[in-house]
């Protein structure tokens, strides 16, 4: 899916949509915080002749993420980050979507993990989740998908939005020690491992991140 975010005004007669706005080879910031989300970004875009720099590395402040979409949260940094540093920047955000408890915990999926003292555990996380299916009776949906939403902004307040998802269903209890987050209970459509058991290759190549990915470099580059 992608989304700009200027009117209209090629008149191409293409049903309102102008067309996507290039990247050109430069510095790029990467509207993130995460040194690991950072570096796997940088990595993947030094291909297309763009060195990356991150929003740490420039003091950028972090902005409250009060969309109620990944799209909207992934724009909103995007912006912010190309506003402050004038050059263009990316940002992502990403959750799980459980269908019987209407897509949540969505993009609520960092916050579910979180404890009084403000520490993260996704093991509770993990749980929670589960408590909910239960509560929901046998033969409720175990159905759930990842998403991750990526957002490309220039510092003249356009923007490009594309995202990805990857399809599953939940197991329990979890399995595996690969991965990060929810990765140990999703088993992902056409498998019989979950995330957390399968090798970070696999999974890279399959992820909603890469979903999301492959869009933007098809649709930028
Ligand atoms: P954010 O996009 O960095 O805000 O991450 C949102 C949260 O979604 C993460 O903290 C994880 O809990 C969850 N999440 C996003 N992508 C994945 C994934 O690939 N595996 C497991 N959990 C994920």
Redesign the pocket.
């Known amino acids: 899916m992608t989304a700009g975010r200027e009117p209209d005004a090629d008149g191409a007669g293409d049903g309102g949509r102008q067309a996507i706005r290039k990247l050109a080879p430069g510095r790029l910031v990467i509207a993130s915080h ?1 040194a690991g989300k950072v570096r796997e970004i940088g990595a993947l875009l030094a291909a297309y002749g763009i060195e990356t720099v991150s929003a740490a590395d420039l003091d950028l402040p972090e902005p409250v993420e009060n969309g109620t979409t990944f799209i909207a949260n992934a724009e909103l940094k995007a912006l912010q980050a190309a506003d402050l540093s004038g050059l263009p920047a990316l940002a ?5 979507c459980v269908e019987a408890l209407g897509d949540e915990p969505g993009i609520f ?2 916050r579910w ?1 979180e404890l009084a003292d403000g520490s993260r555990d ?1 093991g509770e ?1 993990m749980r929670r989740v589960e408590a909910q299916l239960q509560d929901l009776g046998p033969g409720t949906s175990r159905d759930a998908h ?1 998403a ?1 939403a990526l957002t490309l902004a220039w510092p003249d307040g356009h923007s490009e939005s594309f995202e990805g998802r990857v399809d599953g269903t939940l197991a329990w209890p979890p399995r595996g020690q690969n ?5 140990p209970v ?1 088993v992902p459509n056409g498998h019989n491992v979950t ?1 957390g058991e399968m090798d970070p290759e696999a999974k890279h190549a399959m ?3 890469a979903d999301a990915f492959r869009q933007l470099v098809a649709a930028v580059f």
């Open positions: 995460n992502d955000d990403s959750g799980l999926s960092a993990a996704f996380a990842f991750c991965g990060f987050g929810y990765d999703f995330f992820s909603h991140r």
